[in-house]
């Protein structure tokens, strides 16, 4: 898989602004972002198509399922970026990937190293 476009859902503004830069910087490409269920919702309804997901399991006390569920019947791969970890996360989201907050560049680059090279979580 060729992974480009990177779409970021992360309801704390220095954590999203963070995975910003680190995403660049590693030469991805931005799909764009968003801090709450809705607003990644309506980006994604229009039309906004990433090649990966890096999505927060719970946003202001809202889990992030409904997005990650688009996202699958979508065809998206999702790197889950959590402070829960796996525990966190659902059953039916136990093929997905996760990335334990908190982490630095080389743990994030390797996470999507592994996602795109389509390793088992």
Do not use: W
């Not at 660049?24 to 994604?44: F, I, R």
């Not at 809202?62 to 996360?89: E, H, K, Q, W």
């Amino acid at each position: 898989m060729t992974a480009s476009r990177i779409f970021i859902v992360e309801d704390e503004a220095i954590l999203l602004c963070d995975l910003e830069d680190i995403v660049t910087h590693l030469g991805y490409d931005l799909a764009g972002s968003a801090t709450s269920l809705d607003e990644a919702m309506d980006k994604l309804r229009d039309g906004q198509k990433p090649d990966i997901a890096l999505l927060d399991l719970n946003l202001n006390g809202t889990p992030s399922d409904p997005i990650a569920d688009y996202l699958i019947a979508a065809n998206v791969p999702i790197l889950f970026v959590s402070g829960y970890g796996r525990r966190g996360l659902a059953e039916r989201f136990s093929a997905c990937h996760v990335l334990q907050k908190p982490y630095d560049e080389t743990k994030l680059a390797n996470a999507l190293g592994r996602l795109i090279a389509g390793e088992a979580p």
